[in-house]
């Protein structure tokens, strides 16, 4: 077809071929391994004469259609798909880098690319350097000298800090450097980093696209040279390939994909605002409230403010968990993205291994919640967070019931 389709039809239909027996759902090709029609038709594979399926660490019906799903949405040339989000992360650094390459990263990345960052590359030679992402003058002189590559995430996990993508990447092509953007508290949906500069895009298909807790699964989109020469050698040869069940069921969760992060969003804002008039809550952090500290850059870099709320309560770590122990219908979870709301402590779990110091340079306290808002009725989220607050001033009354 030469139109060009909308998201919401791309999500549904992109990347769909049928077998010969007209399914109407995709059809789960869980095989390992192909064969071919004789000697001469494997040797043609292997050569890369013919186009021909040869094993699921490299490729599989089911994944592809994954792949061209996910680059219809993104507007990506190419994707390979990765067992993790972390595998997708781990893959698109390590497949570009080598000893005496110089790394610069925002500071607040998702816990394990941080390790990534700090801990594992430098093992290997490569320079890694960290700067407050939403300070640009840090970006100017980090990216005044030469550099091979770029990670940011933005909004980041769990402050919902903004990098400017374009600006950073601006400085980032000059400075010679390949630009990764981890995109999964925007989704494919609230923000377009490819068409903002960036020349990757990684996401965990653990968050939204599945969106209901099943399955984990990664993704790393970029232009077809740099995935078929760099990317494709590294993930072929080290084997971090993607379940054909899981992409199966992040392809079906795909179908629901903009319902639910829209939806998602509406509840995150209403909860966002509600919480903010709340005398035990010391700030409120979401994109798209005009007192978030980079209201203006969110709006101009997003559609919509995302899934998830950050917020203080006052009275630090043991007035988190009064509140936390008092939801009734929120469950206390480090995923995020789901259909069901999630609450964080960060300090204490997802963010407790980088330490009291890096946690304070990021901005998170003892007090700091992060809630993935999910798509139960928003008067009924209200009404438990409501209640979980009145338990966080008046202890003694719910640890009765
Ligand atoms: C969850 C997450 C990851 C890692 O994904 P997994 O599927 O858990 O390996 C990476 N980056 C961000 C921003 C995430 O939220």
């Given amino acids: 077809m030469s139109r060009k389709l909308r998201p919401a039809t791309q999500l549904v239909r992109g990347g769909l071929n049928r077998s010969n027996h007209g399914e109407t759902a995709e059809a789960m090709f869980l095989t390992s391994g192909f064969v071919y029609d004789n000697a001469e038709q494997a040797e043609a594979t292997f050569k890369n004469e013919i186009e021909h399926y040869q094993y699921s660490r490299f490729a599989n019906p089911t994944t592809t259609m994954l792949e061209d799903r996910l680059c219809a949405i993104e507007g990506a040339e190419a994707c390979r798909l990765m067992a993790t989000g972390m595998a997708a992360v781990h893959s698109a650094l390590l497949s570009h880098l080598k000893t005496g390459d110089r790394l610069v990263a925002s500071r607040a990345l998702f816990g394990s690319c941080h390790w990534i960052v700090s801990t594992l590359l430098p093992r290997y030679g490569i320079q890694a350097e960290f700067v407050d992402g939403g300070d640009m003058a840090q970006w100017q002189v980090a990216l005044s000298k030469p550099a091979t590559m770029v990670l940011l995430e933005s909004p980041s996990n769990p402050m919902l800090e903004l990098v400017d993508v ?213 008067a009924d989220l209200i009404e438990d967070l409501a209640e979980a607050l009145d338990a966080v001033s008046a202890p003694g009354l719910r640890a009765a019931e």
Wanted: some cysteine; glycine content about 8%; overall charge positive.
């Fill in 166 to 378: 374009p600006a950073v990447c601006k400085l980032a092509h000059a400075a010679g450097a390949l630009v990764v953007v981890d995109n999964v508290f925007a989704t494919p949906l609230l923000q377009k980093p490819l068409e903002q500069g960036a020349d990757v895009v990684v996401y965990s298909c653990t968050k939204h696209m599945d969106g209901q807790g099943r399955v984990l699964g990664g993704a790393v989109l970029g232009r077809k040279k740099w995935v078929e020469e760099v990317l494709m050698p590294f993930i072929r040869n080290t084997g971090p390939a993607m379940s054909p069940f899981n992409a199966w069921v992040i392809l079906k969760g795909l179908e629901t994909l903009k319902l639910r992060v829209d939806q998602m969003c509406r509840n995150a804002a209403a909860v966002a605002d509600f919480l903010s008039e709340r005398a035990e809550i010391s700030r409120v952090l979401y994109p798209f409230r005009a007192d978030h500290p980079q209201h203006a850059l969110a709006v101009r870099q997003m559609s919509a403010g995302g899934t998830l709320v950050t917020f203080d309560i006052k009275g630090g770590k043991e007035a988190c968990f009064r509140f936390m122990n008092a939801l009734q219908i929120v469950d206390i979870s480090n995923n995020l993205g789901d259909s069901k709301s999630l609450a964080t402590h960060p300090a204490t779990t997802t963010h407790m291994r980088i330490g009291p110091e890096e946690r304070a340079k990021l901005g998170i306290t003892d007090g700091t919640v992060r809630l993935s808002v999910g798509l139960e009725d928003v």
